[in-house]
């Protein structure tokens, strides 16, 4: 996948997403290329080995044993988790709190961080 095509997929705002998920490299250089690459297939394969547990499809089944309060931020614009999962969580989280943001997509930290911050500062009180 392209960075392009994964900006499309994370980011409400595809050409933001780019680049950030670029850092402004120019791919008309091979040896950019080359480097950026390089240096993105570690981090990806670092983070598989971080959070290979996460996509556990039973999640749903053990939500109820959270009793802190929780804050479920969502982007209005997620295109690779769908917000209907931000309602089911609230649902089965006792003391769920679910925040939609809009300008944002999966990314949403990056996308609108001013409105993420607020939100979990408004959270914590």
Do not use: C
């Not at 998920?21 to 390089?38: E, H, P, Q, R, W």
């Not at 109820?64 to 609230?90: C, S």
């Amino acid at each position: 996948m392209l960075p392009f095509e994964l900006a499309d997929a994370l980011f409400e705002d595809p050409q933001k997403g780019t680049a950030i998920l670029t850092g402004g490299v120019n791919f008309s250089d091979m040896d950019a290329l080359k480097t950026f690459y390089i240096a993105n297939s570690r981090r990806l394969a670092m983070a598989g080995k971080i959070l290979f547990p996460v996509p556990n499809r039973r999640v749903s089944k053990r939500l109820y044993r959270l009793t802190a309060e929780t804050l479920v931020l969502w982007g209005e614009g997620d295109k690779m988790i769908p917000a209907v999962y931000a309602d089911r969580w609230a649902t089965l989280i006792p003391q769920a709190k679910v925040v939609r943001i809009a300008g944002a997509g999966h990314m949403l930290p990056y996308e609108q961080p001013e409105a993420f911050v607020a939100s979990l500062l408004a959270f914590l009180g």
